[in-house]
């Protein structure tokens, strides 16, 4: 269980190691550090933070420290600062998931941090205020979803291939009612990491992937930290 303990303790600081890298990319935008430097897009960039957050918030759950709460931070703010909306929505949700199960009486403060992100201005907030004002296909998450289990449907078994998503998506696009025209915009994410996962490399990779995640998280958190 020792073992366990540090190798869980590494991980936490090589993913907050990651956040802190992001904080500093934001505030210095130096050509020495592009966003891609480390991350493909942004929302591997906010999950990534995202599950710091998680990995912190456990061990803050089962023990307080102050140098937790340093890092709770860090990661907190590697969630804002890649302005990616799904990973901010990911790590709310599953950080309220933990806390109902550990500790109810830490949820208004994880509420009070969400009003209070859609009230001072921060890089969430500018992402969710441009795509409800800005971006025309914002409300066609759903549509790109719908197409997405379509394309699965009939890929079930292997996929499309990996990164072919784009190319298979002219055969199951939508019809779109704003934009320049009907099927200007073709959709070259699933906007869905496990959707991409399931289009791209089918039943296969799914089974494989939740497998080793499944494997990899009984691990880390079968380790006591009392």
Do not use: C
């Amino acid at each position: 269980r020792r073992w366990e303990a540090q190798r869980f303790r590494m991980v936490m600081y090589i993913v907050s190691s990651f956040s802190l890298l992001s904080v500093f990319r934001y505030l210095v935008p130096i050509d020495l550090l592009p966003r891609d430097i480390f991350f493909v897009s942004t929302i591997h960039e906010g999950t990534i933070a995202g599950i710091g957050v998680l990995i912190v918030v456990y061990r803050l759950l089962n023990q307080w420290k102050p140098w937790l709460l340093a890092l709770l931070v860090v990661n907190v703010a590697g969630v804002y600062v890649s302005e990616s909306k799904a990973a901010f929505i990911g790590t709310v949700l599953f950080t309220l998931f933990l806390i109902l199960l550990k500790k109810q009486k830490w949820l208004p403060v994880v509420f009070a941090l969400v009003i209070l992100s859609f009230v001072i201005p921060n890089p969430i907030r500018s992402m969710f205020i441009h795509s409800i004002t800005k971006d025309p296909y914002a409300f066609n998450r759903l549509n790109i979803w719908s197409m997405s289990l379509d394309m699965f449907a009939g890929n079930a078994a292997t996929g499309v291939g990996l990164d072919n998503f784009s190319d298979a998506s002219v055969k199951y696009n939508f019809k779109q009612t704003k934009g320049p025209a009907n099927y200007y915009k073709r959709p070259r994410l699933a906007h869905n990491d496990f959707l991409k996962l399931l289009t791209e490399t089918g039943l296969i990779g799914l089974v494989i992937l939740l497998g080793l995640g499944y494997f990899l998280v009984r691990k880390f958190f079968s380790a006591s930290f009392k």
